[in-house]
């Protein structure tokens, strides 16, 4: 699990530098607040992942919050119809 010092997380962020890649350690305030409705389902399965990964809930949630985020950045409204269209096919599936 991360450790969280006086309101900062400490989380290890990877990049691809010029063929390289380099780590190192970022320094996040956590300053804001967001609430989120979903199904009894989808939060049992983000607990299980929390649990697999020995990371909090918040943790989890976070981490596919800024992955949506910047799969969206990268391929704009290209990301919402996979993305509606997966879960149409499951839901009709």
């Known amino acids: 699990m991360v450790p969280i010092l006086d309101g900062f997380v400490k989380q290890r962020v990877c990049e691809d ?13 956590k300053e804001d607040r967001i609430g989120v409705r979903v199904s009894a389902e989808l939060k049992k399965t983000l607990i299980q992942i929390a649990k697999n ?33 997966r879960h149409k096919r499951e839901v009709e599936g």
């Open 17 to 29: 530098s010029l063929g390289a890649l380099e780590c190192g350690l970022s320094v996040m305030k």
């Open 53 to 85: 990964e020995d990371r909090s809930l918040a943790q989890v949630c976070e981490i596919f919050l800024r992955d949506g985020a910047l799969s969206y950045k990268e391929d704009g409204a290209k990301f919402f119809q996979r993305s509606l269209a």
